[in-house]
Every structure is written in structure tokens, then in C-alpha cells.
């Protein structure tokens, strides 16, 4: 006899189950996934936002990162993780004045974290993430805007990747 409904308080959750027919509902998988950094320095104009040139995969199962364009295409209806982090610095031991990334969808703005430096700065770190409802052929890219008082802006890549950008498909 099959059971139709099983409660709460008649199961023991620490048991094993092992089941002989369909489950459906539970599990997945979460790619397409990839994670990819610059491998060099990325010029900026001051107070500009500008993309940052990530250009080397660490992995990208499903293809869905372009090293030529540094862009994401996720390829399916749904949401993804996204995330990045650069490190951004001005040539000048006390430019920095105004600092932010951003995560560019479709060729604008979807969400930024800003950081202000203090007297003195000349690099700071920055991290961003975002669950982002898309469309199979939506894309995001990551931007940086540094605002100096001295010196060139730049973002940061090379020397264990402190400049990178990644995304996974979520499960929903």
C-alpha cells in the first residue's frame, strides 16, 4: 500500500531513506556557473565609470563568459548569484577620494557599493553581490568608478586575482 501523506511527527528526520520511485522537487544544479579575473590593470578616467577588463577564466561550465567583451550571458530564463570584488588605486599615495563597483546590467547600473577614503589613501578594496532575475540573452558586466584628487585611476588585477567576477544559476 503506498502512503499518501506522511506527517511531521510520525518521521524521524535523522533516519536514511532510500527511495525506489521519481522524487521530484528536490535538487539541482546550479550552473551554468563561472569565475574569471583580470589578469592585468584596467585605466580609468577619473570620476568615469568604466568596465573592467576581466579577462581570464578560472572555470565557465555552460560557456557563458566572454573574455573578449568581459560580460556574462547567463543562457537561461531565471537567477543568478552574482558577484565581484576589485581592488581600485590611484598612481598618487593620497588620490583616492570616492570609490565604487558596480554590477552593469544590460549596459546600465543595477546595483553599486560605494566606499570613501580617508586622507592618505591610494588603494581600497571593494566586494558586490546581487540575486538578479534575467532573461536567457540579458547580460552583466562589472564597472568601477574611481574619483581621485592626484595620480591615474586604475583597477588592480594579476597577483592571486584580487579583481575578479563570477555567477551561478540559483535554484528556485
Known amino acids: 500500500m ?8 510520525s518521521i524521524n528526520l535523522a533516519d536514511n531513506f532510500a527511495f525506489t520511485g521519481t522524487v521530484s522537487g528536490a535538487g539541482g544544479v546550479n550552473t551554468p ?3 574569471a579575473y583580470a589578469s592585468g590593470t584596467t585605466s580609468l578616467s577619473d570620476a568615469t565609470w568604466g568596465k573592467i577588463n576581466i579577462n581570464t577564466e578560472v ?4 560557456s557563458v563568459f566572454n573574455t573578449s567583451l568581459s560580460r556574462y550571458t547567463p543562457g537561461f530564463v531565471g537567477k543568478s548569484y552574482i558577484y565581484g570584488s576589485s581592488v581600485n588605486n590611484s598612481s598618487n599615495d593620497s588620490g583616492l577620494d570616492d570609490n565604487y563597483l558596480a554590477i552593469y546590467f544590460n549596459g546600465n547600473i543595477y546595483c553599486y557599493s560605494r566606499t570613501q577614503h580617508p586622507t592618505g589613501s591610494r588603494v581600497q578594496g571593494h566586494h558586490i553581490s546581487a540575486v538578479i532575475s534575467h532573461d536567457a540573452d540579458d547580460y552583466f558586466e562589472l564597472y ?11 583597477v588592480v588585477g594579476e597577483g592571486n586575482q584580487p579583481t575578479f567576477f563570477g555567477a551561478y544559476k540559483i535554484i528556485t
Open 2 to 9: 503506498a502512503i499518501d501523506k506522511i506527517q511531521s511527527e
Open 33 to 35: 556557473t563561472f569565475h
Open 59 to 62: 572555470f565557465d561550465v555552460g
Open 144 to 154: 568601477a568608478h574611481v574619483d581621485i584628487t592626484a595620480g591615474t585611476p586604475t
